[in-house]
């Protein structure tokens, strides 16, 4: 953070000195305190707060007193003024749910009526400076319970202690997202001078053929339109963010991502890669060791790879498919055209268990091949990573599974050719292109492989310099897994489902969530656990799994688990990624409500890979909100990955979904993913046909500047 604030100060004065490129300090109402503050939102110059658009608006055309609130129909959105009486916990004994409360009274104190504001995810953040007898502005729906007034999750105005009605801001107001430290009032202020003094400098960043063919607003209008909607009839498309001033934005974030990826892929079609011939020898010996045939989607799959390895240019493709739909095996069969051919391989995945499962799988399919193997991982002994660095130097075709350690500039490829990638989602790109760039003599084909079924829409955003490849199918015989979620109650229940299983001859797994504020606190929940488990299941042998572990224990317990030394495997969610144990049937998830969809989804397709019935089952500590309902019971109505992943996104956003780590992912200011699906599509046809024919964007300079801003913001992090 520090040295973004530096690299505003120490920004060289441009020619023209740009007023949008000005210090926010040049703005009224911003001093060195408040420019920390918006810099902590990453606003560093005049044109940042330009760009920030409020969150909602405020209809504040009429403003409620509490005693006026008998009048107005339960259910109706209203806009309240009112005094402070009390601010505290509430605990609510017969649903054991907490929550907070304030309530607010007339003005004068005097008046027989009140109102309840209420939160029920615990204290919201500005109550700590909340005190008895301050005037708070509160907005949300009026609700009645136990007959009294309530509105629950308000959005809250604190206007201070002695507010005269006068100085309240009446008509449409903007509600900006809150920094801390710095009241909506004092934001609204600041942005209305930029607007005020700065808005008239910007100058249009969509070239006019683009703006004619939408039939878009022009860029001042929109951010005057935005920050200030006039009083209007009907609010509804400015708070859903659907009037023709948002889209011309959304649209123009749109299209920034879509001409970097754009430009990325121009460069890749451009690189003149191997063109490889098909490996009838290999691919003859691969069928016969393969205990399967292929699907019919494995199949197609894998003539689009072998399209692109036969070509002259290099390959970059993502297979996507569901858990379980046999990936895998593909990115085998990719790896002996490279190795047939004379080049070496790289097999990388994020876990050194699922790198060593994937190098006993091709040990047996290729079985009889000759074909030299190489394993990297960090935890290697000093004297075996000499070895296996030598063995990588070495000339001739090889295949060489790794880890992150892959990355490390020591690894010296001879003659690399092809790079496969697994769980691509939990590599950032640039990891990914530190590999591609081990090529010494020309770039690799690259392959990458991810079995979270990221959404169509997702897809084009963070894949977008990708060719993509879906497996739609799993391979035949596969039940469903019969999921089930359970509450804390319904524990003994459960567990004797288990017991059968078991009996059965079966394994379970059972999963808790890493806890990531405190590891201390996660093993203790699953050491508190164990003496439980030890007494419903005696008889049978459990292991505990757990990432403190070092890597040679792990894949003890795992061989173990393998051999059906060891029934139930207790773990954190290090079994998540492709972990392949078929004698396994139950997957027993702790604090289900902690997960997300797709997650649940990755650690429910753990199970099911046999011939036998499978179970999954979710353990709620509580069901509190409804989107936990809704969450968990559509994980037993749909086994659908890709479904569940779409409705993951609707109800969780796309930085959720992902997780913040995701170095690809843009984020977006006002574009919302799955909604504003339309538009992203209209901006990638538009990026790809403008970076066809102006492939460095000299006819679009303003979006030509923005892109290397923003590249040179990501290189100072
Ligand atoms: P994922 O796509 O999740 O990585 P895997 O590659 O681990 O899935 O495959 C899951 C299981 O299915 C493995 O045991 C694999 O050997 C098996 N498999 C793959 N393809 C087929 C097929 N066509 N028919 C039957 N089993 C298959
Ligand atoms: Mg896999």
């Not at 006026?68 to 129909?73: D, S």
């Not at 050491?527 to 007494?535: I, K, R, V």
């Amino acid at each position: 953070m520090k040295t973004r604030t530096n690299q505003t100060s120490n920004k060289k004065p441009t020619p023209t000195d740009n007023p949008l490129a000005r210090p926010l300090r040049f703005v009224k109402g911003v001093g060195e305190k408040v420019a920390m503050m918006l810099a902590r939102k990453d606003l560093f110059e005049v044109r940042d707060l330009l760009y920030y658009f409020p969150r909602t608006y405020e209809d504040r055309r009429k403003i409620y007193k509490i005693s006026e609130l008998g009048g107005v129909a339960v259910g109706q959105k209203v806009s309240v003024i009112g005094k402070i009486r009390t601010s505290h916990p509430v605990f609510f004994s017969k649903s054991k749910r907490r929550a907070f409360e304030m309530v607010l009274v007339g003005e004068t104190g005097s008046g027989l009526q009140s109102l309840a504001l209420t939160w029920f995810h615990g204290k919201p953040y500005f109550a700590s400076k909340i005190s008895e007898g301050m005037i708070v502005l509160a907005r949300g729906e009026l609700t009645q319970f136990r007959g009294r007034m309530q509105i629950v999750h308000p959005d809250i105005e604190v206007l201070g202690k002695n507010m005269p009605e006068a100085e309240i801001e009446g008509g449409i107001v903007p509600i900006y997202s809150e920094t801390e430290g710095l009241y909506q009032k004092t934001i609204r202020k600041i942005v209305s001078g930029a607007v005020e003094s700065f808005a008239s400098f910007l100058e249009e960043s969509l070239p006019a053929v683009l703006m004619e063919k939408h039939g878009f607003p022009g860029l001042r209008e929109s951010v005057r339109a935005l920050h200030f909607p006039k009083a209007l009839d009907d609010l509804d498309p400015f708070m859903k963010g659907q009037t023709k001033f948002h889209e011309r934005f959304i649209y123009e974030e749109f299209l920034e991502v879509s001409l970097s990826m754009a430009m990325r892929r121009a460069t890749f079609v451009e690189e003149s890669g191997v063109a490889y011939t098909k490996p009838e020898r290999l691919w003859e010996r691969l069928k016969e060791n393969l205990p399967f045939k292929f699907t019919n989607a494995q199949r197609r799959v894998l003539q689009e790879i072998l399209d692109d390895m036969t070509k002259a240019t290099v390959m970059h493709r993502l297979v996507q498919g569901d858990v379980g739909s046999g990936k895998t095996i593909l990115a085998a069969a990719a790896a002996l055209v490279a190795l047939e051919n004379g080049y070496q391989v790289a097999l990388m995945a994020p876990t050194e268990i699922l790198i060593e499962q994937h190098r006993r799988n091709f040990e047996r399919w290729f079985a009889g091949m000759n074909i030299p193997a190489t394993l990297l991982t960090g935890s290697l002994k000093a004297k075996e990573k000499a070895q296996a660095l030598s063995e990588i130097a070495s000339a001739g075709p090889r295949i060489v599974f790794g880890t992150h350690a892959l990355f490390e500039p020591e690894v010296n490829f001879s003659k690399l050719g092809l790079v496969i990638v697994d769980e691509q989602h939990r590599f950032g790109v640039r990891q990914r292109t530190a590999l591609i760039d081990k090529g010494r003599t020309h770039k690799p084909d690259v392959l990458v492989m991810t079995a979270t079924p990221i959404p169509r829409t997702l897809a084009l955003t963070i894949y977008g310099d990708l060719d993509i490849s879906i497996i739609d199918e799993l391979p035949p015989g596969r039940k469903p897994i019969q999921t089930k979620v359970f509450v804390e109650r319904e524990r003994s229940t459960m567990e004797q489902k288990i017991l059968e299983q078991i009996r059965a001859g079966r394994q379970a797994y059972i999963v808790y969530p890493l806890i990531e504020e405190s590891e201390v606190l996660e093993l203790k929940s699953i050491g508190e656990m164990m003496p439980h488990l030890e007494s419903v299941f005696g008889e049978s042998k459990i292991a505990h799994l757990h990432g403190k572990m070092k890597a040679e224990e792990k894949q003890k317990i795992l061989d173990d688990f393998r051999a059906n030394k060891i029934q139930i495997l207790v773990s954190t969610t290090v079994v998540e990624v492709g972990v392949d144990v078929p004698n396994a049937t139950v997957m027993v998830i702790e604090n289900a409500e902690r997960f997300g969809l797709s997650q649940l989804h990755q650690l429910r397709g753990r199970v099911g890979r046999g011939a036998e019935s499978s179970f999954c089952y979710l353990v709620a500590s509580h069901l509190g909100t409804e989107e936990i309902v809704k969450r968990l019971r559509s994980m037993e109505k749909t086994q659908d990955g890709f479904k569940l992943a779409e409705l993951d996104l609707e109800m969780r956003g796309p930085g959720e979904f992902l997780g913040t780590k995701q170095s690809g992912l843009p984020q977006f200011q006002l574009a919302q993913l799955p909604r504003d699906l339309p538009i992203l599509q209209r901006a990638r046809k538009d990026a790809l046909e403008w970076v066809a024919k102006d492939p460095e964007l000299k006819e679009m300079p303003q979006m030509r500047a923005r892109l290397q801003t923003r590249a040179d913001r990501v290189a100072m992090n």
